[in-house]
């Protein structure tokens, strides 16, 4: 443990796939053990794009703690919650929002780009805009050193830092600036070669049996130039070899070698990544068999994890109030 404070939060989307898998999930599990981490599902912020499907929210937070405990995040290690358990949250965005100026919500890179894209929901309000200092409460309320996140969310952390040195240069010091830590991702396409994503359905999900990705793997797009097995392929175009370089690391520049010599082919190229995706995820499926009949003691485990917070929370408000002579 080096003493340092990790926040990071995710949004409860349902059950998650590789690519979230190894966007984030995998690094939190890595950081538990030299950090004191504060993961959380940030189900508030869902209901900023999401306010008006909320029928699938309760379940898609279970998925999402289910995903989290099987992958390896350790509640003894690490803090694990849920956001609106702890209202600071709420009120420390409140207290915020009065000293972030309009203009820098408005100028937020991610909030021009989603009001061009979401075309299908009505997302000009309040609550959308104020998205940024909403995530900047859940990461100074802890007083974060690093924040574990994708290029994506640079912009809101940017915006985190300057709420944080207005906050201090009106009130007194009492937040930190917390960094972005960013991770090398390990980018996984999808079974057919495009993005991963639910919305394409060409997704492994980490809940996934062995037969399942077994299955699976052998329906992902290879090299289409290849029709015999000794044709020369060419790896950079192929689902199965951009799975190789995360799941088969020792072995990615032998079958490099070999697909380009027309030295493998790919029903047996495809048998070599499934045994090793099987035995990487075995321990994550196993390990979701058990918890999946336990929900009481999923429960009792984010009941602890949410009072830990709180109460780190309920302290950093304390000097907050104090400092903005609103402690009557
Ligand atoms: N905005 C983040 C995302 O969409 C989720 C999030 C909310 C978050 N609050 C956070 C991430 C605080 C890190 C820290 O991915
Ligand atoms: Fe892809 Fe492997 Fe076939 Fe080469 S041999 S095209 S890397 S599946």
Redesign the pocket.
């Known amino acids: 443990m080096n003493g340092k404070t990790i ?5 409860p989307t349902g059950s998650l796939h590789l690519g979230n898998y190894f966007g ?1 999930l995998e690094n939190w599990v890595k950081l538990q053990h030299e950090y004191d981490c504060y993961f ?1 599902v ?1 189900d508030w ?1 869902a209901l900023t794009t999401g306010y008006e499907q909320t029928q699938e929210l309760k379940n898609n937070i279970d998925e999402v703690l289910i995903d989290w405990l099987s992958a390896g995040l350790d509640p003894e290690k690490c803090k694990i919650f849920i ?1 609106s358990k702890v209202k600071e949250h709420a009120e420390l965005n409140l207290l915020f929002s009065m000293i972030t100026p309009l203009s820098w919500l408005y100028r937020c890179p991610t909030y021009k780009d989603q009001l061009k894209q979401i075309k299908d929901r009505d997302i000009t309000t309040h609550g959308f805009l104020g ?1 940024p200092c ?2 900047a409460a ?2 100074l309320l802890y007083k ?1 050193d690093f ?4 290029e ?2 640079l912009p ?2 940017e915006l ?1 830092r300057e709420i944080a040195r207005r906050f201090n240069y009106i009130y007194g010091e009492v937040f930190p600036e917390p960094q972005a830590k960013l991770t090398k991702a390990k980018v996984l396409p999808g079974l057919d070669g495009r993005k991963m994503s639910k919305s394409y359905g060409n997704t492994i999900a980490l809940s996934d049996s062995p037969d399942t990705i077994r299955k699976k793997v052998s329906t992902m797009i290879t090299d289409p130039s290849r029709i015999r097995k000794d044709d020369p392929g060419h790896p950079e175009v192929c689902s199965v070899y951009a799975f190789h370089k995360v799941f088969n690391e020792n072995e990615v520049e032998d079958i490099e070698q070999m697909c380009r010599g027309g030295k493998i082919g790919c029903v047996q190229c495809k048998r070599k990544l499934a045994d090793s995706m099987v035995e990487y995820m075995t321990p994550i499926y196993e390990r979701r068999q058990v918890l999946k009949d336990k929900p009481e003691y999923i429960r009792e485990i984010i009941e602890t994890g949410c009072e830990n917070a709180a109460k780190i929370a309920s302290k950093t408000m304390e000097e907050v109030r104090t400092a903005m002579k609103v402690d009557w």
Do not use: C, E, K, N
């Open positions: 926040v990071s939060g995710m949004r984030a959380f940030a912020h956001q998205y909403l995530m859940d990461i974060a924040v574990p996140v994708g994506d969310q809101h952390l985190t």
